[in-house]
């Protein structure tokens, strides 16, 4: 998926690093191992509207707790949950500690198509930082180039607090 989701960019004409490191799961072991300034550490969750089968990829940054209530609200919805595993492979091609936006380049559009929730700060952040879905790798990106990103997949973006 690493050469996947660089092949994508390079197309694109966007600038970016690739970091390579030991496997991380969690954001704070991201933090301490992938160290960059100006840069935003994410934490990315694939959730559930619980009374339906809509969903969404949010993106936090990875110190603010992921209040379901609250992001289903962005949404319409009532509350979240995060999503089965069966459900991340099926609908991006990951699993659990492996999900970011770049994930996107793995959905069936025709099926369905996952709006993405970000929260204020990482929208607002100098660059951003993620997983090439693979959590062996890191994606150091300028705002504007993440920007150009969603722009090219034609992706819906709520902004959330």
Sequence with gaps: MIKKVTDYLDGLGVNYKLIRHEA????????????????????SLYVKDKKSDNFYLAVLPFDVRADMRGLASYAGCAKFEFAAEQKLAEDLGVHRGSVSPFAYLNEDKSRYSAPLLIHKDV?????????????TATVVLSLNDFKKFLKSIDKQVIIVE
């Design 123 to 135: 929208w607002n952040a100098q660059n951003v930082k993620f997983h090439p879905c693979d959590n």
């Design 24 to 43: 991380v799961v969690t954001t704070e072991e991201s933090r301490k191992i992938i160290f960059v300034d100006n840069c935003m550490s994410c934490k």
